[in-house]
């Protein structure tokens, strides 16, 4: 049994035995009482730099001990590292043994010709790298078990002060880099330094801290990517069914318009043949009279010529009966002045006009409708941070204002001057007459938005109403946001806020607020009004008071509206877009 003890410890894994500071196998295990183990100088260079604290913990799981633990060897664990880096070194597979360095590998500083081994070692104290044959003396000579070995991962020199050449053990704080004792005293002195083992342990909290942010991070990532090849997948699907649907519809408008192509000319053949039979028929009964017409005006003019008159009395009778046809109309027969090629062309080309009309009126909105599919949007925003990355500049425009609205703030503010121009008396007057007749002061920005877009109203009155509005909607200046299917508008009262669309009003649950955030997300067909409280909170959230989904066909321009219903009193009411940008 005491033979196998060695292949036994071969099977061990040695990243079990590393101290998690230098990342190296342990050199004099210690426990602490948290039950992990480090390299006595590792911990003790961690909790030198904690001693201004007066509190010290685990690198690891962030234990905290007071005061500071006294240190012991763990000499179970320091025998378990012993064999097994004995065992590592005499079980070393061949291939290792004599593995050629590559390019990117560390060369074994002790092998000689032109192909040197691998080296998988580098000493700090010999100041050398070695590959697994020349490492060996390392575990089985006593002076040499006690120099510090760490993984060869990159050449001894890169670890050497340029200047000094001397191994680079301390950190200096003030120039964040690496240095050697030497330089501590000469070019950093008075500099604050550290050991690099205590810095690698300082560091190695925030590369904890940075592991957990970078697989957050790359979990979501990944979550992302699998969402969007899903949603990639899906839109594929889609496509396809959506085309031959397309396919299908637009087959059945051809086929219905061929049927009634055919059906037309049909109803043509069928008139001219009903039409040519019947003048047919006529032309007959026509040259049949005439020919009767023909003999009678030869037998009169016979008859005028004879001496006889008693055969002239007793012919004429006979020849003076009528001889029309009975079928024929009594007066002259009549053909339409208009032909029926212009007849059924005009009717013809009525029927395309209003075709490519309805195709021009509703070609917009299918138009709109396929350029706002998209495979993947951006997250909608959620607090008022993330909804500021959507902000722009916005400008009124002083072609589309109310007479009775002035314009300032460098054209954001407008202000309702109506009260002063018009003081009709008391104010049970104005109360009365503004009822019956309310005025409407209206006014447009001048950017068009297609895109997300975020905005924000401020004002100072009573009634305000926010909006937006396509550039050439039927509206008048007496006609208010919302009142035909071209602008979108939320009022805002002491009574609560009103959404209207269409002529169609929606109340909206929520206490009167002086800022009102409006975001629109062009592409999705959505637009949403929410009730700005707190300003001073950048990163908190809003409240949401209406969210309209909708299909958009044109460039929408903000506007805002007062409707003066004779309760405001003499002071300055205004509105204001809020300079964000």
């Known amino acids: 049994m005491a033979e196998q003890q060695p292949g036994r410890g071969a099977d061990l894994d040695q990243n079990h035995f590393c101290c998690s500071v230098c990342l190296d196998l342990l050199k004099e295990p210690v426990t602490i009482p948290c039950g992990h183990s480090y390299c006595k100088s590792c911990i003790d260079g961690c909790w030198d730099e904690e001693d201004k604290k007066g509190q010290y913990s685990c690198p690891q799981c962030r234990e905290t001990f007071n005061p500071r633990p006294v240190l012991r060897r763990n000499n179970m664990l320091a025998e378990v ?313 916005l400008t009124l425009d002083e072609n589309t204002v109310s007479q009775y609205f002035s314009i300032s703030e460098e054209n954001r503010r407008v202000t309702s001057e109506y009260y002063m121009q018009h003081g009709y008396g008391s104010a049970y007057y104005n109360h009365h007459y503004y009822n019956q007749y309310p005025v409407i002061m209206q006014v447009l920005c001048k950017e068009g938005l297609s895109e997300r877009c975020y905005w924000e109203v401020s004002w100072s009155g009573l009634s305000w109403c926010v909006a937006v509005s396509y550039k050439d909607s039927s509206r008048t200046n007496d006609s208010e946001f919302g009142n035909d299917n071209k602008s979108w508008s939320l009022a805002c009262s002491p009574y609560g806020c009103t959404f209207r669309y269409n002529k169609k009003s929606t109340t909206v649950s929520g206490s009167q607020s002086n800022r009102i955030g409006v975001y629109l997300d062009f592409k999705a067909g959505t637009l949403s009004f929410y009730d700005i409280s707190d300003i001073s909170d950048i990163s908190g959230a809003m409240t949401l008071l209406h969210k309209e989904h909708t299909t958009f066909t044109q460039p929408l321009y903000p506007g805002l509206e007062l409707k003066d219903d004779g309760s405001q009193s003499s002071d300055e009411y205004f509105a204001e877009v809020v300079k964000l940008w």
């Not at 004995?86 to 360095?101: D, E, I, K, L, Y």
């Not at 006690?146 to 050497?160: D, F, R, S």
């Not at 697989?215 to 069914?241: G, H, T, V």
Request: some cysteine; charged content about 30%.
């Open 81 to 393: 590292v012993e064999k097994l880096k004995r065992s590592s070194t005499q079980q070393a597979p061949p291939s290792a043994a004599v593995a050629c360095a590559g390019p990117a590998d560390v060369t074994c500083d002790f092998c000689s010709g032109t192909r040197p081994n691998k080296a998988t070692m580098s000493c700090l104290m010999c100041l050398a790298s070695y590959c697994p044959e020349h490492l060996e003396p390392h575990y089985s000579v006593p002076v040499l078990k006690k120099h510090q070995l760490v993984l060869a991962t990159i050449p001894l020199q890169e670890k050497m002060c340029s200047k000094h050449n001397k191994l680079m053990e301390v950190y200096c704080q003030t120039d964040k880099k690496c240095i050697c004792y030497l330089c501590v005293l000469d070019e950093h002195k008075g500099h604050r330094t550290v050991s690099a083992a205590a810095e690698r342990a300082k560091e190695q909290k925030q590369l904890t801290v940075s592991q957990k942010k970078a697989q957050k991070r790359f979990q979501e990532r990944e979550k992302d990517l699998n969402e969007l090849l899903q949603a990639l997948k899906d839109f594929k699907n889609c496509s396809q069914p959506a085309e031959e649907s397309c396919d299908k519809i637009f087959e059945e408008l051809i086929s219905s318009i061929k049927k009634r192509h055919i059906l037309v000319k049909q109803l043509i053949k069928d008139r001219e043949q009903t039409a040519v039979a019947h003048a047919e028929k006529l032309q007959l009964q026509l040259e049949e009279e005439i020919a009767k017409l023909k003999r009678k005006v030869t037998e009169l003019e016979q008859l005028s010529e004879t001496d006889d008159h008693v055969h002239f009395i007793q012919t004429f009778q006979s020849l003076a009966a009528a001889c029309e046809s009975p079928d024929l109309p009594p007066g002259p027969v009549l053909y339409p002045k208009s032909s029926m090629l212009k007849t059924v062309t005009d009717c013809m080309s009525k029927l395309r006009d209003n075709i490519e009309s309805l195709l021009k009126d509703t070609w917009p909105r299918i138009s709109a409708t396929v350029s706002t599919i998209d495979i993947v949007l951006p997250p909608v925003p959620k607090t008022r941070e993330e909804f500021l990355r959507y902000c722009r500049p």
